[in-house]
């Protein structure tokens, strides 16, 4: 009961904030016009922005803020490691260069997500692969093999994006992570692979509370852990894929989110998943509400604001951590 009544909460904060952030930015929207403007009338240029730009951008930020939240916990839990997620396992860099090289290349929206989602999951096969060799997957190991491989990657999208000068500073821009260019045309075609992924990898919260409890138990429990291993992976680069292919790259929202709200609703992962979801939702609308109020009229890229959060709380993980080995 306490559990769905803090369900609720976090809903009424989520409506709380998107109010919010409709009404701030470089234009600020009055919430009469707002309330206007859903009954159909209101000022024209009030409408254009409300609904060409900034309504599109706030359901963009909330269905990626659930979809990386919700695959660093699938990540933490499957790999064994609290300091697993999205952008740290190098999945993010792996996704940024496969939509890099496509937009060098001029493929379109669906172009950049599948190329997107290729080099994502090809990164965190790799990731993973590396980490096994003369071990187990262990906490430093896979990290250290996160950290290799997405310095690798930036290394070569840095190539890239030297051989591309006239789309350089886009590119640029895009890396930090931004919402700002965020159309209908980029929600209709990334936020459906998001909530697919999303929904598949909740379907699998059973295994996965099997899988954490040990490999062997979960078998004996009647759990195909590869299966299940190989199914979350494939959804968790296609999530991140998604995320970035129309974001860039933000940062630690998969790290911070779910370790926040497993101190509140504990490791079962029916439970948790839900309420990562959510929180990630709320954290990025905020965190998106914040980029474009900061130093008006100009915008902070959001990629920016989630580091500040995400770096000292990485440093606090590292720390506190008796997992990490």
Known sequence: MKKTAAFALLVILLIILTAAALVVGSVKIPLEEIISIARGGGDAT????????????????????????????FLQGLLGNPLADPYILGISSGAALGAAVSIVLGLGM??????????????IYLVVSLSRIGHGTGGATL?????????????????????????????????????SLI???????????????????????????????GRETAEHLGVNTQRVFGIILACGSLVTAAAV????????????????????????????????????????????????????????P??????LFGGPFFLYILRTSKTIK
Not at 46 to 73: D, E, F, H, K, N
Not at 302 to 307: E, F, N
Request: proline fraction near 3%; hydrophobic fraction near 60%.
């Open 302 to 307: 959001i990629g920016i604001i989630t580091a």
């Open 183 to 213: 159309s209908w045309n980029e929600v209709i075609v990334s936020s459906p692979a998001i909530i697919v992924g999303t929904l598949l990898m909740y379907l699998y919260s059973k295994e996965l509370n099997a899988i954490i409890m």
């Open 245 to 300: 292919a129309v974001s860039g790259i933000v940062g630690f929202v998969g790290l911070m989110v779910p370790h926040i709200t497993r101190m509140f609703v504990g490791p079962d992962n029916r439970v948790l998943v839900p309420f990562s979801a959510l929180t990630g939702a709320i954290f990025l609308v905020f965190a998106d509400a914040l980029s474009r109020t900061l130093i008006q009229p100009a915008e902070i």
């Open 46 to 73: 009030y409408r254009r922005v409300l609904l060409g730009i900034r309504i599109p951008r706030i359901i963009q930020a909330a269905v990626t803020g659930m979809g990386l939240s919700v695959s660093g916990a």
């Open 110 to 123: 669906l172009g950049t997500q599948a190329m997107a989602f290729a080099a994502a999951l090809a990164t």
């Open 143 to 179: 990290l250290l093999s996160g950290i290799a491989v997405s310095t690798f990657l930036s290394a070569i999208l840095s190539f890239v994006m030297l051989r591309s000068h006239q789309k350089l500073s886009g590119i640029v821009f895009w890396m930090m992570g931004d919402f």
